[in-house]
């Protein structure tokens, strides 16, 4: 299957009532896509970060009642998981798409991370387009404009990633469903390949922590 883009019924996906009725849907409306998506990004994902990057696709599996608000896949160095590990995340809510860099609170090493890049702050904000968002919560759509925080505000979301249990960092870009880019296969193959680029050195930094 080559990918084309998604389409409007990708995001009306997360209006389906029900646990198994949303998940049959996310199975074969969505996750067709990712997995074709992975075949198209994954060499050069690998490529950039130096190593082998796996590909691996959202299962929701710890929900028994309530159906996902948004489902993802992930490029990740590990073959087995990637909650644990730095990884890059592509996925859905159901009005905007994004393209993250995500650190989320499974990861083991989040105070080392953090310090890595309170140390490096200059380099690591300069390494964040200024049109790019910052959440703080990977399964909710709330996040920020990196050009709208100054440095103590950066300072203090690094700070709190590092010092609370469930804090998250994640860096990237949130499409609204209605892009055209979204729905054009080629155009936003391209716009996650600069993403992912742009977004590698902080992956390598973290990754490979002095």
């Known amino acids: 299957m080559s990918f084309n883009g998604f389409t409007i019924e990708d995001f009306k996906t997360f209006t389906i009532d029900g646990l198994d009725a949303r998940m049959k849907a996310i199975q074969e409306r969505i996750q067709p896509k990712f997995r074709a998506l992975g075949e198209e990004l994954s060499a050069d994902v690998s490529v950039l970060a130096g190593r082998e990057m796996f590909v691996h696709i959202a299962k929701h ?7 996902p608000v948004d489902t993802w896949m992930a490029f990740c ?3 087995r998981g990637y909650k644990q590990y730095p990884h890059f995340q592509i996925g859905l809510f159901d009005d905007r798409l994004f393209i993250w860099l995500a650190f989320i609170y499974e990861l083991p090493d989040k105070r080392s991370i953090a310090d890595t890049f309170l140390r490096h702050l200059p380099q690591f904000r300069q390494q964040i ?35 609370v249990k469930s804090a998250e960092l994640l860096i990237g870009r949130q499409i609204p469903s ?22 590698m050195p902080l992956y390598k930094m973290a990754v490979e922590q002095d």
């Not at 950066?154 to 010092?163: P, V």
Request: aromatic share 8%; net charge positive.
């Open 129 to 163: 387009p200024a049109e790019y968002s910052l959440s703080f919560d990977h399964m909710k759509k709330d996040a920020v404009t990196a050009g709208d925080l100054n440095k103590q505000q950066f300072i203090g979301a690094l700070e709190r990633f590092r010092d």
């Open 61 to 67: 599996a710890r929900r028994k009642v309530n159906p």
């Open 178 to 199: 209605d892009s055209p880019v979204v729905g054009d296969g080629e155009a936003f193959i391209r716009l996650a390949k600069n993403t992912l680029e742009t977004l």
């Open 77 to 79: 160095a590990n073959k």
